[in-house]
């Protein structure tokens, strides 16, 4: 069964960091590319970033350059996303998607996609 996996997500403070990870099973991550999606409830789901399969990464949220980096390590089958000087607008359900093809910020263009993860930003 093909299947992503996140975890990571939690309470933090202004200011603080969190890591992400999306582990695949049913699958081998290398030569997928896997992308980063964040709601809040009530809006629409927004692309954040992208990692490519030699490690390159793509930003599709201004916000995040900067604050977040993703890495990937394919002999654990996992994507992580490092994220650095949160913030309250932060706060939102983070999922991780992933296709066979290049980077792009349509998560309907994404065969798999996570459950995802609860990351809140509060003090």
């Not at 009530?42 to 692309?47: D, I, L, P, T, V």
């Not at 030699?54 to 654990?76: I, M």
């Not at 359900?93 to 930003?121: D, E, F, L």
């Amino acid at each position: 069964q093909v299947q992503l996996v996140e975890s990571g997500g939690g309470l933090v403070q202004p200011g603080g960091s969190l890591r992400l990870s999306c582990v695949a099973s049913g699958f081998t991550l290398d030569g997928y590319t896997i992308a980063w999606f964040r709601q809040v409830p009530g809006k629409e789901r927004e692309g954040v970033g992208c990692i490519g399969t030699s490690g390159w990464s793509a930003y599709y949220l201004d916000s995040a350059r900067g604050r977040f980096t993703f890495s990937r390590d394919n002999a654990k089958n996992t994507v992580y996303l490092q994220m650095n000087s949160l913030k309250p607008e932060d706060t939102a359900v983070y999922h991780c998607a992933s296709r066979p093809s290049a980077c792009n910020g349509w998560i309907n263009t994404y065969p798999y996609v996570g459950q995802g993860t609860q990351v809140t930003v509060s003090s």
